[in-house]
């Protein structure tokens, strides 16, 4: 992914979170995809396969994308909270942007 890709990923992350469109830590995102509000699962690049088993086993059946970006320590600045190992993007607009960037889109 280039920088401007990126940044303009970080970004969106940063004003999804303050518009309420973001959900965060495993107990939260698995309330999110139960109730059918997340429309992207992005995952920590440092977190164990077994630790997110039940989420992309949900995720898979509702067929809602997952992809991996940051550390946790990252990924939980870039939404302005400590450690997270898994966000969710409960908005179409967010998540289709954040897609399109992480693929290496234009908006």
Known sequence: MNK???DSLTSLLGFAQKSGNVSSG?????KSIDKNHAKL???AEDISENSIKKIREKCNSKKIPIIKFATKDTLGHY???ELRAVISINND?????ILKKWEGGTL
């Open 4 to 6: 401007s890709n990126h």
């Open 79 to 81: 939404i302005g909270k």
């Open 93 to 97: 607009n967010f998540a289709e942007n």
């Open 26 to 30: 495993s107990f939260a995102v698995l």
């Open 41 to 43: 699962v992005i995952i």
